[in-house]
């Protein structure tokens, strides 16, 4: 649906751009000196006019008042007017940078000087700026005194959007309607999305911010239709199966990210290969094969040190592990329980179980055994009693260290079978023997 919505939006542009881009001036009583223009048009008394000598590569363009007197001087294009102000391109164009955009008043007085490679007119008393950022173009959103709204970080996105691979496209004889666009295969991709009326109903109708799809890639808009992210992720999480604490995770190439689940901005850069769903407030997060712990700000809050994490439990606990040794910290990062362990579980109803010299025991948040490690196999805590074995034998195992016996280990059970398998070949071969030597009696 959004695809279509922008592939129709962009033809109804380009059709009504080059249906007026060569129109013919008409003689309007009491202005004669219109006359002297190829094209005019009427902003409630001031007019802009343009007199073009070669289509598409000579012509100027003035703002006049409603005598004809020239407001400014000559300029390659001016645009429509929205409120007070219009785009304008002057005349000297600098073929590196491509154009340079800006906007005046009606007293043709600049406004917004012209900086910039691309840009359109104000919507809602803010309009979106492209312009050069090292080897990117960037985007902004300004209001109508040239204030910098929101800045749109492409620095995140180092793959995506390069000047290099850019195409500027102007309509001739108005170099106001430019667009910027990265084209992939047959598929178009640009900075400053144009939404159909459809879609921008849908966006301003989200609590927050709005998720959407083009092409394989995510962008993020907010409610106030300003672009949050650029149609460049390649996965979201907007159902918080791997997010939380008003983060949200996000996944540019093969590294992830947290944006705002609000604002839609970006918390932290693209610099994380696995996460876990966060718990206490803190985010585990794995960077350069090293686990570590963020909180909601994207502040590292825990170092890159380990090779294992599980998440923090109500026990202010996280099992963690270097070298293949195991203990526990808190959210401070302090260390609560040494890393000596074979194994080491989460914390729950304040034990963990720990393996050491291949036996299993518990121990709660002080680092004391209340049960001693004499387990074979054994389970955390996950209810009130878990399941042991020893010597063989199953037992339901209480908190306190009573043990039920409830049958054997399923190594022994598995013994069992595999005798009782061999047993019943052997018999089998057995009988079926007697039954041989008993036929060949009876053929004697």
């Given at each position: 649906?959004?695809?279509?919505?922008?592939?129709?939006?962009?033809?109804?542009?380009?059709?009504?751009?080059?249906?007026?881009?060569?129109?013919?001036?008409?003689?309007?009583?009491?202005?004669?000196?219109?006359?002297?223009?190829?094209?005019?048009?009427?902003?409630?008394?001031?007019?802009?006019?343009?007199?073009?000598?070669?289509?598409?590569?000579?012509?100027?363009?003035?703002?006049?008042?409603?005598?004809?007197?020239?407001?400014?001087?000559?300029?390659?294009?001016?645009?429509?007017?929205?409120?007070?102000?219009?785009?304008?391109?002057?005349?000297?164009?600098?073929?590196?940078?491509?154009?340079?955009?800006?906007?005046?008043?009606?007293?043709?007085?600049?406004?917004?000087?012209?900086?910039?490679?691309?840009?359109?007119?104000?919507?809602?008393?803010?309009?979106?700026?492209?312009?050069?950022?090292?080897?990117?173009?960037?985007?902004?959103?300004?209001?109508?005194?040239?204030?910098?709204?929101?800045?749109?970080?492409?620095?995140?996105?180092?793959?995506?959007?390069?000047?290099?691979?850019?195409?500027?496209?102007?309509?001739?004889?108005?170099?106001?309607?430019?667009?910027?666009?990265?084209?992939?295969?047959?598929?178009?991709?640009?900075?400053?999305?144009?939404?159909?009326?459809?879609?921008?109903?849908?966006?301003?109708?989200?609590?927050?911010?709005?998720?959407?799809?083009?092409e394989g890639k995510y962008g993020i808009i907010d409610n106030k239709m300003i672009l949050r992210v650029p149609v460049s992720l390649d996965?979201?999480?907007?159902?918080?199966?791997?997010?939380?604490?008003?983060?949200?995770?996000?996944?540019?190439?093969?590294?992830?990210?947290?944006?705002?689940?609000?604002?839609?901005?970006?918390?932290?850069?693209?610099?994380?290969?696995?996460?876990?769903?966060?718990?206490?407030?803190?985010?585990?997060?794995?960077?350069?094969?090293?686990?570590?712990?963020?909180?909601?700000?994207?502040?590292?809050?825990?170092?890159?040190?380990?090779?294992?994490?599980?998440?923090?439990?109500?026990?202010?606990?996280?099992?963690?592990?270097?070298?293949?040794?195991?203990?526990?910290?808190?959210?401070?990062?302090?260390?609560?329980?040494?890393?000596?362990?074979?194994?080491?579980?989460?914390?729950?109803?304040?034990?963990?179980?720990?393996?050491?010299?291949?036996?299993?025991?518990?121990?709660?948040?002080?680092?004391?055994?209340?049960?001693?490690?004499?387990?074979?196999?054994?389970?955390?805590?996950?209810?009130?009693?878990?399941?042991?074995?020893?010597?063989?034998?199953?037992?339901?195992?209480?908190?306190?260290?009573?043990?039920?016996?409830?049958?054997?280990?399923?190594?022994?059970?598995a013994i069992f079978i595999l005798i009782g398998l061999a047993l019943f070949i052997y018999a089998n071969s057995l009988i079926f023997k007697?039954?041989?030597i008993a036929k060949a009696k009876g053929k004697k």
């Open positions: 649906m959004f695809q279509k919505a922008v592939s129709w939006s962009l033809f109804i542009w380009f059709f009504a751009t080059f249906n007026g881009a060569f129109c013919q001036s008409v003689s309007v009583p009491g202005k004669p000196w219109l006359s002297e223009y190829n094209v005019h048009k009427d902003y409630k008394g001031v007019y802009v006019v343009k007199k073009i000598t070669i289509p598409c590569r000579a012509y100027e363009t003035f703002l006049v008042d409603g005598n004809g007197k020239k407001l400014t001087p000559a300029y390659r294009d001016i645009g429509d007017f929205s409120g007070d102000l219009a785009e304008f391109v002057p005349m000297e164009l600098d073929a590196e940078k491509l154009g340079r955009h800006g906007f005046i008043n009606r007293r043709g007085e600049v406004v917004i000087p012209p900086i910039y490679v691309a840009t359109d007119k104000f919507y809602e008393g803010k309009t979106w700026v492209i312009y050069r950022s090292g080897k990117q173009y960037g985007l902004s959103y300004i209001d109508s005194t040239g204030k910098e709204i929101y800045k749109v970080p492409i620095q995140y996105f180092k793959k995506d959007f390069l000047i290099s691979a850019a195409k500027v496209d102007m309509v001739c004889n108005q170099d106001t309607r430019e667009d910027v666009l990265w084209w992939k295969g047959r598929n178009y991709f640009i900075l400053n999305w144009n939404f159909s009326p459809f879609i921008e109903k849908e966006v301003k109708s989200s609590k927050y911010i709005y998720h959407f799809l083009y996965d979201i999480d907007p159902e918080y199966k791997f997010s939380g604490q008003g983060m949200e995770r996000v996944r540019y190439g093969d590294k992830f990210g947290y944006l705002n689940v609000f604002t839609g901005e970006l918390i932290t850069d693209f610099l994380y290969t696995d996460t876990r769903k966060p718990t206490s407030g803190l985010f585990w997060v794995k960077k350069d094969n090293k686990w570590g712990c963020i909180d909601k700000t994207g502040k590292t809050r825990i170092p890159f040190l380990y090779d294992e994490a599980t998440g923090f439990t109500g026990e202010d606990r996280s099992a963690v592990a270097i070298n293949g040794k195991f203990g526990h910290i808190d959210k401070k990062g302090k260390i609560r329980t040494p890393l000596k362990y074979d194994f080491a579980s989460y914390y729950n109803r304040g034990i963990s179980m720990v393996r050491i010299d291949d036996k299993y025991g518990y121990i709660d948040i002080n680092n004391r055994y209340i049960i001693e490690p004499i387990y074979d196999e054994a389970l955390p805590f996950d209810k009130e009693t878990t399941v042991v074995e020893r010597l063989w034998l199953r037992f339901e195992l209480n908190m306190q260290g009573k043990e039920k016996f409830i049958g054997f280990s399923y190594k022994l059970n007697r039954m041989q």
